[in-house]
């Protein structure tokens, strides 16, 4: 793990440590030994390991949104609506899709009336796919920015 740590993107080894937390493959108490192995330039990435993460996409996700100065929130329950990946600023819901979990009309169905449930609730939300957020970022950084700019430039009117 701390090989792995070194030589990744910083994102990738934070998603590494994510999932590896979070499948049980390393404890928490393991972080110390790796953060110890690593150089000393990586050990910020310490600040941003978080084992509730489910997926490689939801951590990406989730470090876009921090670098865009979003607070975010992971795994969040929401009464009538269930567990969502993240919440962001405690209005934007970002559920991170995957093809092998939203293939299908009954899922596509499924997360179309999770989305209306969260709508009647207040929340905003918006569904990147694990293909954009592994392959343009950018997209994903837009679409969260866009989404935030304009709820601001509506409070602000």
């Known amino acids: 793990m701390a090989q792995s740590t070194a030589c990744q993107t910083p994102r990738a080894a934070v998603a590494t440590l994510d999932s590896a937390l979070h499948l049980g493959l390393i404890r928490p108490e393991d972080l110390d030994e790796i953060f ?19 997926s490689g996409p939801e951590t990406l996700v989730r470090l876009m949104a921090l670098a865009l100065g979003f607070d975010v929130e992971v795994q969040v329950h929401i009464r009538t609506v ?11 819901v970002v559920e991170c899709d995957s093809e092998k979990f939203h293939s299908g009309w009954a899922s596509q169905k499924a997360d179309r009336r999770r989305d209306l449930a969260l709508a ?24 969260l920015r866009g989404l935030r700019d304009a709820r601001e430039r509506r409070g602000s009117a």
Do not use: K, M, Q, T
Request: net charge neutral; aromatic share 10%.
């Open 82 to 92: 269930g567990r969502v990946d993240l919440v962001l600023d405690g209005w934007l």
């Open 36 to 54: 110890s192995a690593v150089p000393a330039r990586r050990r910020v990435l310490r600040n941003f390991i978080d084992g509730r993460a489910e």
């Open 120 to 143: 009647a609730l207040g929340y905003s939300s918006v569904r990147p796919i694990a293909e954009d957020i592994f392959f343009h970022p950018e997209v994903v950084v837009n679409a």
